[in-house]
T-cell receptor, first 115, second 118 residues
């Protein structure tokens, strides 16, 4: 089955700096890669996702890059703010029309943005 | 985004009793629902996948007789933790995928249920 590795497990940055979280996946058939932000005791919130036919996607301060050949994808947060502090999870799945395929999650990154 | 409602948000039960957790999709038909368990400071671990009207598919190491999953309709799935023990204490969270929502790719999560077995 799919295996997703995520690094680093903790990341501390100064407000205004950039943060980068990296993930690798094992199944070359995976074609959908979402990123979730989870605050303590709450549900994961989708912040950005990318499909395998795209190499990069950006949404304001958040961007995701995908390298299918190397089977890795990264989350980039620019101009970090204290409210960005949370646990971030990457995930991978094989997504087909008509099929609800499972997400395999990375181990999570605790991001702390310090003033 | 779509709304998935999970209840209860927290429950405390005595060891040996059973607990039922409900997951409802409020504004779309959830063809597939997923149940996850999350221990403190850990990732979401998939327990089982259920498709409406069929038996759930359990992940390796998850006891299907202990974690009963029912997905009787396109808007409701339930997880029953039978004969709960303290080691079952965890954060249980469902997610749903369905027709008409992001081409069946995006998964929408419930609020989660904090189960404490005493």
């Amino acid at each position: 089955g799919e295996n997703v590795e995520q690094h680093p497990s903790t990341l501390s940055v100064q407000e205004g700096d950039s943060a980068v979280i990296k993930c690798t996946y094992s199944d070359s058939a995976s074609n959908y890669f979402p990123w979730y932000k989870q605050e303590l005791g709450k549900r994961p919130q989708l912040i950005i996702d990318i499909r395998s036919n795209v190499g990069e996607k950006k949404d304001q301060r958040i961007a995701v890059t995908l390298n299918k050949t190397a089977k890795h994808f990264s989350l980039h947060i620019t101009e970090t703010q204290p409210e960005d502090s949370a646990v971030y999870f990457c995930a991978a799945s094989i997504s087909r029309a008509g099929g609800g395929n499972k997400l395999t999650f990375g181990t999570g990154t605790q991001l702390k943005v310090e003033l | 985004g779509a709304v998935v409602s999970q209840h209860p948000s927290w429950v405390i039960c005595k060891s040996g009793t059973s607990v039922k957790i409900e997951c409802r999709s409020l504004d779309f038909q959830a063809t597939t629902m997923f149940w996850y368990r999350q221990f403190p400071k850990q990732s979401l671990m998939l327990m089982a996948t259920s498709n409406e009207g069929s038996k759930a598919t359990y992940e390796q190491g998850v006891e299907k007789d202990k974690f009963l999953i029912n997905h009787a309709s396109l808007t409701l799935s339930t997880l029953t933790v039978t004969s709960a023990h303290p080691e079952d204490s965890s954060f249980y969270i469902c997610s749903a995928r369905g027709w008409g929502r992001a081409l069946n790719t995006e998964a929408f999560f419930g609020q989660g249920t904090r189960l404490t077995v005493v």
